[in-house]
């Protein structure tokens, strides 16, 4: 299991700006696929984005063109670059790790918020 400690959320307007950090805590992070989940409250955890070892990337087709998701394996960290936030970006933010043949874990980090205001 990977300790996951997200930061970086708050509030911003519409079209707005946030850039979220996610420290993780294994030594063989640079082998972890990182994934950036959110939920809406109510709602089951969506997977934004996604990026591999090789630093692949995946997106959520609600964040495509707007979200960009980056590694520092030197630091053991995971971003997420948010533009042209939206109300219906506002969630709570969580980050995941699986190893590349593996699933996400089923245990999550206290997440940090992010509210659009319209």
């Known amino acids: 299991q990977v300790e996951l400690v997200e930061s970086g959320g708050g509030l911003v307007q519409s079209g707005g700006s946030l850039r979220l950090s996610c420290a993780a805590s294994?030594?063989?992070?640079?082998?972890?696929?990182m994934g950036w989940f959110r939920q809406h409250s109510g709602k089951e955890h969506e997977l934004v984005a996604s990026?591999?070892?090789?630093?692949?990337?995946n997106y959520g087709d609600a964040v495509k063109g707007r979200f960009t998701i980056s590694r520092d394996d030197a630091k053991n960290m995971v971003y997420l670059q948010m533009t042209s936030l939206k109300p219906e970006d506002t969630a709570v933010y969580y980050c995941?790790?699986?190893?590349?043949?593996?699933?996400?874990?089923?245990?999550w980090g206290q997440g940090t918020m992010v509210t659009v205001s319209s």
């Open positions: 995941n790790a699986r190893s590349v043949y593996g699933d996400w874990g089923r245990l």
């Open positions: 990026i591999t070892p090789g630093t692949s990337t």
């Open positions: 294994r030594t063989d992070f640079n082998l972890l696929v």
